[in-house]
Structures are given as structure tokens and as C-alpha cells.
């Protein structure tokens, strides 16, 4: 079964610091990977998505993810972090079986401090 | 804009009520979900509906039933409220047909606090 891995439960970065959240997946096929951000008491946000067109994916924010199969990982970044992108951040992948169910990692949460 | 809109932000309830939980979609897609969020451990599938009338189990079904009779509007119901189903609840939507149209859209979210 598809699954996800976010490695951290927490990370803590520096304002216009190297932000860098991890992500393993497990799929027996070509995975379809997303990431999510969630601001505080609101709901989830689309970041990125890899659907196998291109292995780096550029999202909204200045995030972008890097598709890499040899080592079933698809990381997160940012070159400098803004207070503002304080948040709690979700991998997620979706099941296989052709009902395009995410699955979610259990979430990273990003600390900026100034 | 993709718009899912659950009809509470917060809500209270006591022991043993049952509960409802509403959400719309404005975009007509197929696939409708519903996830509990609790720290620590992400989102949870409760159920998900693929079609009118259509449901299926998700990963933590048990204490929750699901209706969907209209395409655009997937309730949530808690048959009998216990303190262990205080969370945040969210709903989602996509279209679930083909790479380009994969990702969920979200509501903002229940708190449901259960007293």
C-alpha cells in the first residue's frame, strides 16, 4: 500500500535560512506526490504536485520538491524562509486502485525563528 | 476558485448527542472525503464517496456514518458523540480522474469539541 514518511516532527529554521522538510514514500508504482501547507486553524493548501512530468516541481511561495527515485524521496525547499511560512506541512501520495485517495504523512511543523 | 465550505468552524457537543457535520463543493467533482486531524498523528481517513449515494470505509470508520445525496454535499454524521471524537474534521473534493486533476481541495475545518 502507498504510504508516506515525513521525517521530523518539528523543524526549526532562521529567518532567510535553507528550509528543508522531508518526505520518503513507499509505492509499488509510479506514486502521484503532493505537498500541503496548513496555516493555523485553517484548512489544507496545495503547495506543489509531482504527476510524473517533470522531476523538480516548482510550487507557490517559492517551494519547490524534487522527484527522486532511487531514493523513494520527494524532500521540500525553500532557499530563504519568511516568518510567514511558519506552518504545519503534509506530504501526502496517492493510493493506487484507481479511487485517487491521498494518503498523508503525519505532518512537519515549521518553526522561523527571526 | 474551488470552493469547499463546511457549515461550522467550532462546534460543542455533549456525550451521546448525534452529531452532524455538513460540507458543499462548488466545483463538481466526483470524490468527496472526510479526515480527522489530531496532533502527532496527521490526517485519518474516516470515509470517502466517489459518486451520489456511492461510500466507502476509510482507515477509522467506526463511530461514524457517512451520507451523500446530492453530488456537491457529503455529510458526516456521528451516531452517538464520545469524548474520543474530539478533533478537527476536514472535508475534501477532487475530480479523481487522471494525473493533472489528482489534488483534494479542503475546507477549513470542525473543531468538534465533544463534552
Known amino acids: 500500500a502507498q504510504s508516506v514518511t515525513q521525517l521530523g516532527s518539528h523543524v526549526s529554521v532562521s529567518e532567510g535560512a535553507l528550509v528543508l522538510l522531508r518526505c520518503n514514500y513507499s509505492s509499488s508504482v509510479p506514486p502521484y506526490l503532493f505537498w500541503y501547507v496548513q496555516y493555523p486553524n485553517q484548512g489544507l493548501q496545495l503547495l506543489l504536485k509531482y504527476t510524473s512530468a517533470a522531476t523538480l516541481v516548482k510550487g507557490i511561495n517559492g517551494f519547490e520538491a524534487e522527484f527522486k527515485k532511487s531514493e523513494t524521496s520527494f524532500h521540500l525547499t525553500k532557499p530563504s524562509a519568511h516568518m510567514s511560512d511558519a506552518a504545519e506541512y503534509f506530504c501526502a501520495v496517492i493510493r493506487s486502485g484507481g479511487s485517487y485517495i491521498p494518503t498523508f504523512g503525519r505532518g512537519t511543523s515549521l518553526i522561523v525563528h527571526p | 476558485d474551488v470552493k469547499v465550505t463546511q457549515s461550522s468552524r467550532y462546534l460543542v457537543k455533549r456525550t451521546g448527542e448525534k452529531v452532524f457535520l455538513e460540507c458543499v463543493q462548488d466545483m463538481d467533482h466526483e470524490n468527496m472525503f472526510w479526515y480527522r486531524q489530531d496532533p502527532g498523528l496527521g490526517l485519518r481517513l474516516i470515509y470517502f464517496s466517489y459518486d451520489v449515494k456511492m461510500k466507502e470505509k476509510g482507515d477509522i470508520p467506526e463511530g461514524y456514518s457517512v451520507s451523500r445525496e446530492k453530488k456537491e454535499r457529503f455529510s458526516l454524521i456521528l451516531e452517538s458523540a464520545s469524548t474520543n471524537q474530539t478533533s478537527m474534521y476536514l472535508c475534501?473534493?477532487?475530480w479523481g480522474q487522471g494525473a493533472s486533476n489528482t489534488e483534494a481541495f479542503f475546507g477549513q475545518g470542525t473543531r468538534l469539541t465533544v463534552v
Open positions: 475534501a473534493s477532487s
